[in-house]
């Protein structure tokens, strides 16, 4: 199984070292063509300003929204979970507020019940959360009442990073999905 990560900026290298211990093939996605043949789809965190450049540039925007919506497991975590918005490549619906609980100092950990997939450690960094969810749209964690945690079809999306957890259980969703 291989599942492409986005690698234009953020720990994607982590992800992949995830994917690994599960068994998948991780491939490092710079490019359309690096999305040719994937049954999963990371883009990770980083800063959603500098992603959305790089998608621009190498011309990525058209060719993920394809892959997203041909149904393919797609994980967004942290500014993965802003680029996946309406706002940005449009494929989630809903829309998020950056850095919404505060700049790096004011980063935290936080026990989650993660709807499906049990109580989990989560790591969060300059996070975002979802300002507004269609209907469509499950709400499978929250902070504070904020989502933290959505999903939508083939596509999960996640405020903090699991790639910095012990546990694989979110990346795991992504490889059960492929296996569908």
Do not use: Y
């Not at 992603?51 to 393919?72: C, Q």
């Amino acid at each position: 199984m291989t599942v492409g990560v986005l690698a234009l900026q953020g720990d994607f290298e982590a992800h992949a070292k995830v994917l690994r211990e599960l068994g998948a093939t991780p491939r490092e996605v710079r490019s359309p063509d690096d999305l040719e043949a994937l049954d999963g789809l990371i883009i990770p965190g980083g800063e959603s300003t500098t992603m959305t450049i790089g998608i621009e540039r190498e011309g990525l925007a058209a060719p993920l929204a394809d892959l997203v919506k041909s149904g393919v497991p797609t994980l967004g975590t942290c500014a993965g979970m802003i680029m996946l918005d309406r706002d940005h490549l449009g494929l989630l619906d809903i829309t998020t507020k950056r850095n919404a609980f505060g700049r790096q100092t004011r980063s935290f950990e936080a026990d989650l019940e993660l709807g499906g997939l049990g109580e989990m450690r989560a790591v969060f960094i300059r996070a975002p959360w979802v300002e507004d969810a269609g209907e469509g749209v499950e709400i499978l964690a929250e902070v504070d009442g904020h989502p933290v945690a959505v999903r939508q079809d083939n596509i999960l999306a996640v405020a903090f990073h699991p790639e910095l957890t012990d546990d694989p259980r979110v990346h795991a969703w992504v490889l059960e999905g492929a296996r569908v």
